[in-house]
């Protein structure tokens, strides 16, 4: 069984006032902006990324 996914800070003003949305499962509500939000898992990435040489990532 898997647990809810929460976030830690609010996307849009970065504040950590959140509390489960009323509106339905995996939505989120931020009392310092007044928005609500939802989180959603869009997929895996089909190749993935690799470290570059210089330290950053790039995709392969």
Same mark, same amino acid.
């Given at each position: 069984?898997?647990?809810? $996914?929460?976030?830690?800070?609010?996307p849009y003003?970065?504040?950590?006032? =959140?509390?489960?949305?009323? *509106?339905?499962?995996?939505?989120?509500?931020?009392? $310092?902006?007044?928005?609500?939000?939802?989180?959603?898992?869009?997929g895996l =990435?089909?190749?993935g990324l *690799?470290?570059?040489?210089?330290?950053?990532?790039?995709?392969?």
């Amino acid at each position: 069984m898997s647990e809810r $996914a929460a976030p830690f800070y609010c996307p849009y003003c970065g504040d950590e006032d =959140l509390r489960p949305h009323e *509106q339905g499962h995996g939505t989120w509500e931020c009392g $310092a902006c007044n928005r609500a939000f939802q989180l959603k898992f869009l997929g895996l =990435l089909a190749q993935g990324l *690799q470290r570059a040489d210089d330290g950053g990532d790039r995709t392969t």
